[in-house]
């Protein structure tokens, strides 16, 4: 049965056509909100709030795009309105205390870490991990939402622009900026050109 047949059949109340509704697109809505928020918990939560609110909105589904798409635009905001909230409470009341525990402890986690590694190589590692994450974080939204998306390699360029509303052509100039930014910024950080 397609999705289109099970969304009529839901429309007309039909909750087990719904639930293999969820059961098809679980995995791509959790991997898009995993994509925008980086926590597994919070993608969870980001879902289950997509599936409730596309439960809610199937009405409103007009069939210009897949159903898996219109549900894909509706997680993926869904969960970028999960990272802003979830932004300014990081910023009022953990940051400040996080950054004192991560200086504190970040010798024992090298430790921790190298145990395959030289200690001089987990140290790298590491260092390259932080620079990387502090180089995408510095981006503008716009660029790392598209990075994300297309970095887990689970979307399209055209999948990736529904549910960022935009032409496809912008996300792939997205996605080459960021790239070509944060290449740049490690480069800054003394990081030569991977090939």
Known sequence: ?????????????DSAAFGELVDRH????????????????DAEDAAQDAFLLAYRRLDSFRGEASFKTWLLRIAWRQAINRRRSLTRVWRRMIEPNWR???EEHAPMMENAEAAGPTPEQAAVQHQLRRDIRA???ALS????????????????YEEIGAMLGSPVGTIKWRVSQARRVVRQQLRKRGYGERE
């Open 1 to 13: 049965m397609s999705d289109v047949d099970l969304v009529s059949r839901a429309r007309q109340g």
């Open 26 to 41: 679980r995995t791509a809505v959790y991997r898009a909100a995993l994509a925008a928020l980086g926590s597994q918990a």
């Open 100 to 102: 004192k525990d991560e």
């Open 135 to 137: 180089a995408i974080r």
């Open 141 to 156: 939204p716009t660029l790392r939402d598209a990075l994300l998306l297309a970095q887990s390699g689970d979307y399209s």
